[in-house]
């Protein structure tokens, strides 16, 4: 596997390089700007909804498709955009398995964008725990 693990998208944007390459972007329709501020790559740009035009990075194919995606569809799709790099995020599931395993079957680098590090809060092993978390905090079982 040739991963690059980033902490931001702007890092993901910085990891491409300054050489123009074929970028198959799977972060998601409202995080664009990092690329619009990388201009020269050519993006292919995967999503399930339309994004707003005026989001777009200036060289960009948009792909309307909804999961899930398995590895044979991955590898065509990536075979017939000639994609030289792929860029996501850590979604912490199976979520991104098949572009990952249809990445390392064609050889492709990856640019993944690591998930956020979420502050300190308390937890609870049970319901119990939950329960008595709740009332310590003004809830009552009729407010739940």
């Given at each position: 596997?040739?991963?690059?693990?980033?902490?931001?998208?702007?890092?993901?944007?910085?990891?491409?390089?300054?050489?123009?390459?074929?970028?198959?972007?799977?972060?998601?329709?409202?995080?664009?700007?990092?690329?619009?501020?990388?201009?020269?790559?050519h993006?292919?740009?995967?999503?399930?909804?339309?994004?707003?035009?005026?989001?777009?990075?200036?060289?960009?194919?948009?792909?309307?498709?909804?999961?899930?995606?398995?590895?044979?569809?991955?590898?065509?799709?990536?075979?017939?955009?000639?994609?030289?790099?792929?860029?996501?995020?850590?979604?912490?599931?199976?979520?991104?398995?098949?572009?990952?395993?249809?990445?390392?079957?064609?050889?492709?680098?990856v640019?993944?964008?690591?998930?956020?590090?979420?502050?300190?809060?308390?937890?609870?092993?049970?319901?119990?725990?939950a329960?008595?978390?709740?009332?310590?905090?003004?809830?009552?079982?009729?407010?739940?």
């Open positions: 596997d040739r991963w690059t693990r980033v902490g931001t998208l702007q890092d993901a944007a910085t990891a491409l390089g300054p050489e123009p390459r074929r970028v198959f972007l799977t972060t998601g329709r409202k995080d664009l700007a990092a690329f619009r501020a990388t201009p020269g790559h993006y292919i740009l995967r999503s399930i909804d339309p994004p707003d035009d005026t989001e777009l990075p200036p060289d960009c194919t948009v792909l309307l498709a909804r999961p899930p995606f398995d590895h044979d569809a991955e590898a065509r799709l990536m075979r017939d955009h000639a994609v030289q790099v792929l860029v996501t995020k850590n979604a912490g599931a199976d979520a991104t398995r098949a572009k990952l395993d249809a990445a390392r079957t064609l050889g492709l680098p640019v993944m964008v690591d998930r956020p590090i979420l502050p300190p809060a308390e937890t609870v092993a049970d319901v119990d725990g329960l008595t978390w709740l009332a310590a905090h003004g809830f009552t079982r009729r407010s739940v």
